[in-house]
């Protein structure tokens, strides 16, 4: 059985008291809910305090984003050394990342195998648009994107690593895919973890679906065979449906 992982993908909201007070008020009520890791992902400059606020929970920090060199001239960006005591999990290779910050598939590589070096915990983040979508190219389009993220890492690394599938068009749209295509592919990334990697380590890695997820679809997705949590943006900025998410989660999954 794999653990359900439900990560809150912030984004650019709440500054460094509002993420306090939001993770303060979440963690108690998210603690019965050890049947599914929990994990909030704020802005870098929150990490410290919400780290700090954490500390001693089961509730587990991410990084929104990581750089692949250790130190050096790229202004603006985190390394992976930066983030080791502070995060458990990384988002890597987001689509805003690569959208806005040109981050592309190679990156997404070498972002990945940076983080696995420190010891971090990347969640790969792949999906595609809407005219890749409607021109019957998704497989393709994500098992590339699979294919480039995983090249050269090891199967030792595999049980730190989730993957997240977020069709763009899905993103903050309040368009979600159904649970059904979601679900086909997602199996389709599985099986091509499964070719790379064989059947056992296929069938062990968790792969989230992300895009306008919900309290009143999380049940839908959840119980679907091949997804296993979700990545959140808008939903995992209010207490209680962030809350209500994790709980539904644990429902679905028959975990309670
Ligand atoms: P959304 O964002 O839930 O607001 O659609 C998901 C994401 O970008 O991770």
Request: aromatic letters at 6%; a negative charge; one cysteine or more.
């Amino acid at each position: 059985m794999r653990t359900p992982i439900i990560a809150g993908n912030w984004k650019m909201n709440k500054n460094p008291q509002e993420a306090v007070e939001f993770v303060n008020a979440i963690k108690d009520k998210l603690g019965p809910y050890t049947a599914v890791e929990r994990v909030v992902c704020p802005p870098y400059v929150a990490l410290p305090g919400v780290q700090a606020a954490l500390a001693g929970t089961a509730i587990a920090v991410g990084a929104q984003d990581v750089h692949w060199e250790e130190s050096g001239a790229y202004t603006s960006q985190i390394a992976p050394n930066m983030l080791q005591g502070l995060v458990k999990h990384v988002i890597i290779g987001h689509s805003e990342t690569r959208e806005y910050q040109g981050v592309t598939n190679e990156m997404v590589n070498k972002k990945a195998k940076a983080a696995l070096a420190h010891g971090l915990h990347p969640i790969i983040a792949v999906g595609e648009s809407l005219e890749i979508n409607e021109a019957g190219g998704t497989q393709e389009f994500v098992g590339n994107q699979v294919r480039a993220a995983f090249d050269g890492i090891p199967a030792s690394a595999l049980a730190t690593i989730v993957v997240a599938y977020e069709p763009i068009w899905a993103i903050g749209t309040g368009k979600s895919a159904t649970s059904d295509q979601a679900n086909s592919i997602i199996g389709a990334i599985r099986g091509i973890l499964a070719e790379l990697y064989g059947d056992e380590h296929a069938n062990a890695m968790r792969i989230q679906y992300g895009g306008s997820v919900k309290p009143n679809n999380m049940v839908d997705f959840m119980s679907q065979e091949h997804i296993d949590g979700a990545l959140v943006g808008g939903a995992s900025l209010k207490v209680d449906s962030f809350v209500d998410l994790v709980r539904l989660a644990v429902e679905a999954k028959g975990l309670s």
